[in-house]
């Protein structure tokens, strides 16, 4: 049996450690595979790079937890970068699970000696879509008395700081679309064109086409898409991340695919290829003594009862 027949009968069950392993190894070791750089990440990147040191971005977290695994990356990323020039950061939510999602991106903080309530505060959910983040926009205290932590908002010292959307040099949403949590429109709606305040994006892969048209207008300041958006940010910063993770593991589950594919196809097309029988070789030989077989003249005639041979 050779080597095609070989993978032709190969265990199933061969594949499946193979691919366990492919997305093992990089989640538990990023590689950090070559990506191109897209102008949109650059873009984005270059403006969060622009912004004072020291001063304060809002971050909304307007997604569910279907699509914490494109969005979440970003926030991590960002917020790296957002750290990396002692810039503030408020958090909140229009989803209920918003919140914790929030926690688990601000972790990354902790790194740079954050402190909660004097670097960062995550206010938690907010109900009511775009008329609540409106009046949040007018006066932040109206809406958030306690933040997710169950503590004052007004004694907060980042807090004391705001009392509008205009105190931001930057907003941000994290978003899957208008679902039952603000979408992209209403913060274009509210940040940029009510109080003047720079946008940026974070999307599911599926929403920067309709989205794009804002980056073009100059309404949003940058977007980033999905996952891959946000490995080429963390390469950007320097920071190996889930993003990198992701599309490490995605890439090599991707090649392995690709690969058990092309040499499947080779084998079965050399297994199932017709083989010549050596006998029919001989046969087939000019100038051959083998005797012919019965009725192998073409030109004879079968006998027939009734007819000639009569």
Not at 133 to 159: C, E
Not at 189 to 215: D, E
């Amino acid at each position: 049996m050779d080597i095609f027949e070989k993978l032709q009968n190969l265990d199933k069950r061969v594949f499946y450690i193979l691919m366990a392993l492919a997305i093992a190894i990089p989640t538990i070791n990023p590689i950090g595979l070559p990506i191109d750089i897209t102008k949109p990440v650059k873009d984005t990147f270059d403006f969060v790079q622009s912004l004072p040191d020291g001063s304060q971005v809002l971050i909304g977290f307007d997604y569910e937890p279907g699509d914490e695994i494109d969005l979440s990356p970003i926030a991590e990323a960002i917020f790296h970068q957002l750290a990396s020039k002692s810039i503030k950061i408020v958090a909140l939510a229009s989803y209920p699970a918003g919140p914790t999602f929030a926690e688990e991106c601000l972790e990354v903080l902790e790194e740079y000696g954050y402190k909660y309530g004097e670097d960062y505060v995550n206010l938690g959910h907010y109900a009511g879509g775009e008329p609540t983040l409106a009046a949040f926009a007018n006066d932040p205290l109206s809406i958030f008395a306690r933040d997710w932590r169950g503590n004052d908002v007004s004694s907060l010292a980042i807090m004391k700081q705001v009392s509008s959307m205009k105190d931001f040099s930057m907003a941000m949403t994290l978003n899957d679309g208008p679902t039952g949590g603000t979408g992209t429109h209403e913060w274009v709606r509210q940040a940029v064109m009510a109080h003047g305040t720079p946008l940026i994006m974070g999307v599911t892969g599926v929403m920067a086409a309709s989205n794009q048209t804002y980056v073009q207008s100059g309404q949003c300041k940058g977007i980033l898409a999905g996952l891959r958006a946000a490995a080429e940010y963390e390469k950007l910063t320097g920071k190996k991340g889930t993003g990198t993770v992701g599309m490490d593991a995605q890439s090599i589950a991707h090649i392995l695919i690709v690969a058990f594919v092309v040499l499947g196809n080779i084998g079965m097309f050399v297994v199932r290829r017709p083989r010549v029988q050596p006998a029919s070789i001989s046969a087939s030989k000019p100038g051959s003594n083998s005797p012919s077989k019965p009725g192998s003249d073409p030109s004879s005639k079968p006998v027939t009862p009734g007819g000639e041979g009569k």
